[in-house]
C-alpha cells in the first residue's frame, strides 16, 4: 500500500503515541467502500436465512433451527464484528477507549463459541438422522432443539462474559490499535483454547467421519438391493434426503474449520511472526465464513432459493408455497 513519507502520530505526545499508516485517498476511500459493501451483503444474505426459516412454518424442522441460530451468529458478525475490524485494518489508532475495546473483543470471541456450539449441535443432529434415522424424529424433537440451542447460547454468553479479562490484554493507554487487541499467551488462555475450540472441533471431525463411514455403506446397500415395496422406496429416498443434508452442513463445516482455525491459533502462538500481509489474510478469513455460509445454502438448498424470490418481491404473504 503506498504511504506518505511524513510521520504522523496518532496524538500529540510524541515518540509514546503510534505511528499513522498513512494510505493514499483513493487506496483509503477504495477500502472502506470494499468492507463497507462486504459487511451489508454478509448481514443482508443473512437476514434473507432468518426471514425464511421464521416465517415459513414449512421450514421449521429441527436442522433448519440449527441453521438459523448460526444464521444469528453470522449476522453479529456482519453488524458490529465486520465494521470494528474495518476500522482495525484500515487505522493503526485507537480512539474508542478500552470498554468499546472489551465489547469488541467479547462479540468477536463469542460469535467464534456460538458458530462452534451450533456446528457441534448440526453435527450431532446429522449423525443420529443418519446413522439412527428411524429413532431420529422420536430423539430430536422441535422442543429438544429450542433447548438445545437456547442452552448453547446461554452459555457461551455467560461464558466468554465471565472470561473475556484473562482472554485480551486491554492497553489503551499507548493508543495504539494493536494494544487493544493484544491476547497474552497464558496457561489460561491455553485451557481456554482447548475447551472452547480443540476440543468442539474434534467432537465435529468425528462424528462426521462416522457419519460419511455409515453413509457410504447405506448407499453400496442400496445400489446393491431394488426397493421393492413403497415403503422400502421411501426409506430409501429419506436416507438419500439426510445424506444430502449431511454432505450440504459438512461444506458449511469445513468452511468453519478453514477459515476460523487459522485465525484462532495464529492470534494465540503465531501471529508475532508473521508477515503483515499473511496476518491481513488471516484476519480476514473468519469474516469471510460468515459471508460463505448464505451461499452454501443458496446453492445446495432448493427451499432458500424459493422463499429469497418471495422475500425480495415481497410475497411473504403467500403461505401455500412448495418449497422443495
Known amino acids: 500500500m503506498e504511504k506518505h513519507e511524513d510521520v504522523q502520530y496518532c496524538f500529540q505526545d510524541g515518540n509514546s503515541s503510534c505511528r499513522k499508516a498513512l494510505l493514499s485517498t483513493s487506496i483509503y476511500i ?5 468492507f463497507s459493501l462486504f459487511s451489508a451483503v ?3 444474505l443473512n437476514i434473507l436465512v ?12 429441527q436442522t433448519n433451527l440449527l441453521i438459523l441460530s448460526l444464521a444469528v451468529a453470522d449476522l453479529l458478525v456482519g453488524l458490529i464484528v465486520i465494521p470494528v475490524m474495518t476500522v482495525a485494518i484500515m487505522e493503526s489508532c485507537w480512539s474508542f477507549g478500552e470498554y468499546f475495546c472489551v465489547f469488541h473483543a467479547y462479540i468477536s470471541f463469542l ?9 457441534v449441535l448440526i453435527s450431532i ?11 431420529y424424529h422420536s430423539r430430536i424433537t422441535i422442543t429438544r432443539m429450542m433447548c438445545c440451542i437456547s442452552i448453547t447460547w446461554c452459555c457461551c454468553i455467560i461464558y466468554r462474559a465471565a472470561i473475556i479479562k484473562n482472554l ?3 492497553n ?6 494493536k494494544e487493544c487487541f493484544t491476547v497474552e499467551i497464558t496457561w489460561s488462555n491455553i485451557i481456554d483454547l482447548v475447551i472452547t475450540t480443540v476440543v468442539p472441533c474434534s467432537i465435529i471431525i468425528t462424528l462426521y467421519m462416522k457419519i460419511f463411514v455409515v453413509a457410504r455403506s447405506q448407499a453400496r446397500k442400496i445400489f446393491s438391493k431394488e426397493a421393492a415395496s413403497v415403503s422400502g422406496v421411501k426409506t430409501v429416498q429419506a436416507n438419500k434426503s439426510e445424506r444430502k443434508a449431511a454432505k450440504t452442513l459438512s461444506i458449511v463445516v469445513f468452511n468453519y474449520l478453514i477459515c476460523w482455525i487459522p485465525f484462532l491459533f495464529s492470534s494465540f502462538f503465531l501471529m508475532s511472526f508473521l508477515s503483515d500481509n499473511v496476518s491481513f489474510v488471516i484476519g480476514l478469513l473468519p469474516l469471510v465464513n460468515s459471508f460463505i455460509n448464505p451461499i452454501i445454502y443458496a446453492f445446495f438448498y432448493p427451499w432458500f432459493k424459493v422463499t429469497a ?16
Do not use: E, M
Not at 432468518?50 to 424442522?61: A, E, G
Open 30 to 34: 477504495t477500502l472502506y467502500i470494499f
Open 111 to 119: 460469535c467464534t463459541s456460538l458458530s462452534l456450539g451450533n456446528l
Open 42 to 44: 454478509t448481514v443482508f
Open 125 to 135: 443432529d446429522r449423525y443420529v438422522a443418519v446413522c439412527d434415522p428411524l429413532l
Open 168 to 170: 485480551v490484554n486491554v
Open 50 to 61: 432468518i426471514i425464511s426459516i421464521s416465517h415459513f412454518k414449512q421450514l421449521h424442522t
Open 172 to 177: 489503551v493507554q499507548s493508543r495504539c490499535l
Open 309 to 324: 424470490k418471495h422475500i425480495l418481491t415481497l410475497n411473504l404473504c403467500l403461505t401455500n408455497i412448495s418449497l422443495i
